[in-house]
């Protein structure tokens, strides 16, 4: 149950777009649509903003989309705003039934 | 509004065991899978375990496994884990969350209670 990897952090400034990487392997990211993210602010709880590699919750603003490509999926934020500032973890299903989360990147909005 | 609330956390000694609870109120309990997710302060996110909607399914982390066991409720929408043995490493702040059916996601939180082992 090795954690999915991630940067450690990613910076933008505001309105521009940035990405977010999360790699695993066959057996979790690769194996299928179950990757989802999560944006937590300090002191909170983390929130849900994508599931199924692409899907938003409601509410979750367009600004926020996902994507896969094999082992790897990635999040991108456009136009970015200062409430974005957040720390943002991916996660996944595995093939042993488990689920195991991403180390976490820490987006800066410069 | 979905809620869920944690109980239950406080210090307790290495060796010792806690017992956690989730109040689930704003929709149906019974048909929702549950999860734990921990988190040692200022680090990331760890997942515990997860408990179908109807306890039939249990599945936990390799770091857990054997000294947690999580169990529900249906008739008082709770959720709790039982956590024997504990260690060092166990402190963190524990997270209940509802499942996105079929997505296998997290899609809602409580705000977390805070197990600290320590002598």
């Known amino acids: 149950q090795s954690a999915l990897t991630q940067p450690a952090s990613v910076s933008g400034s505001p309105g521009q777009s940035i990405a977010i990487s999360c790699t695993g392997t066959?057996?979790?990211?690769?194996?299928?649509?179950?990757v989802s993210w999560y944006q937590q602010h300090p002191g909170k709880a983390p929130k849900l903003t994508i599931y199924?590699?692409?899907h938003r919750p409601s509410g979750v603003s367009n600004r926020f989309s996902g994507s896969k490509s094999g082992n790897t999926a990635s999040l991108t934020i456009s136009g970015l705003q200062a409430e974005d500032e957040a720390d943002y973890y991916c996660?996944?299903?595995?093939?042993?039934?488990?689920?195991?989360f991403g180390t976490g990147t820490k987006v800066t909005v410069l | 509004q979905v809620q869920l609330v944690e109980s239950g956390g406080g210090v307790v000694q290495p060796g010792r065991s806690l017992r956690l609870s989730c109040a689930a109120s704003?929709?149906?309990?019974?048909?929702?899978?549950m999860y734990w997710v921990r988190q040692v302060p200022g680090k990331g996110l760890e997942w515990v375990g997860f408990i179908s909607d109807d306890g039939s399914r249990i599945y936990y982390a390799d770091s857990v496994r054997g000294r947690f066991t999580i169990s529900r409720d249906n008739y008082k929408n709770t959720l709790n884990v039982q956590m024997n043995s504990l260690r060092g490493e166990d402190t963190a702040v524990y997270y209940c969350?509802?499942?996105?059916?079929?997505?296998?996601?997290?899609?809602?939180w409580g705000q977390g209670t805070l197990v600290t082992v320590s002598s």
């Open positions: 199924e590699v692409s």
């Open positions: 066959s057996r979790d990211v690769g194996g299928d649509n179950h």
């Open positions: 969350a509802k499942d996105l059916s079929s997505a296998w996601a997290f899609e809602y």
């Open positions: 704003g929709f149906t309990f019974s048909n929702s899978g």
């Open positions: 996660s996944s299903y595995t093939s042993s039934d488990t689920w195991v």
